[in-house]
């Protein structure tokens, strides 16, 4: 499994419609497109010198296939609108990370 991690500073002058824009519209449609199998948004609880706030948002996919064909075919598609909407009030970082065992209490 892998989790393909978008790690987001958002402003505080645009927080509340960042957020809602994310759970409401980007985080559906980005599993809509079928290539990944679970998202998770977390905010990060450290307090960044550059000011905002800062989340994590982890979208779990089958393999590093799947996660290829996201890029190739829908990446660029799918960064646009906040690229438009946030651009000058927004960092954004990706990081692929593959799972390499889960644990649960026994």
């Known amino acids: 499994m892998i989790i393909y991690n978008v790690t987001i500073n958002i402003d505080d002058t645009v927080h509340n419609q960042w957020v809602q824009w994310m ?13 990944f199998t679970a998202a998770k948004m977390v905010k990060v609880l450290i307090e960044e010198e550059m000011g905002g706030t800062t ?9 590093m296939d799947m996660l290829q ?23 954004a970082f990706r990081t692929e990370l593959e ?8």
Request: glycine fraction near 4%; proline fraction near 6%; charged fraction near 30%.
């Open 23 to 35: 759970t409401e519209k980007h985080i559906p449609e980005m599993l809509q497109l079928g290539k």
């Open 55 to 63: 989340y994590s948002v982890q979208y779990t996919t089958e393999s």
């Open 69 to 91: 064909r996201y890029y190739n075919e829908d990446a660029p598609k799918m960064r646009e609108e906040g690229l438009k909407l946030f651009a000058d009030k927004m960092v």
């Open 99 to 106: 799972v390499v065992k889960e644990f649960q209490p026994a």
